[in-house]
Nanobody, 116 residues
């Protein structure tokens, strides 16, 4: 079955960095666009970033553009989200998502907390 398992979250200081990883299994990873989304406390779901099947194209929400970088390694069935220059408003549960326009599978989510 499809599994998306996030890792790499945790506590970071403002201005700090984290690297989120999502290990995928149960499907042909290289055939699917992938995304990251997040949900902050008390707020709705926000799409953060997406990446093409071969990594040739990437997309970002305005709120993270220039600070976050999405990438993938099809040989390792893994998608990454490098999050830099973290702000308190980046505090959220981050989800790995299969798909882009029509997402169909979600990971369980991983917490990122930005606090001094």
């Amino acid at each position: 079955q499809v599994q998306l398992v996030e890792s790499g979250g945790g506590l970071a200081q403002p201005g700090g960095s984290l690297r989120l990883s999502c290990a995928a299994s149960g499907f042909t990873f290289s055939s699917h666009r992938m995304s990251w989304a997040r949900q902050a406390p008390g707020k709705g779901l926000e799409w953060v970033s997406g990446i093409a099947t071969d990594g040739s194209a990437t997309y970002y929400a305005d709120s993270v553009k220039g600070r976050f970088t999405i990438s993938r390694d099809n040989g390792k069935n893994t998608v990454y989200l490098q999050v830099n220059s973290l702000k308190s408003e980046d505090t959220a549960l981050y989800y790995c998502v299969r798909g882009f326009i029509s997402p169909d599978y979600w990971g369980q989510g991983i917490q990122v907390t930005v606090s001094s």
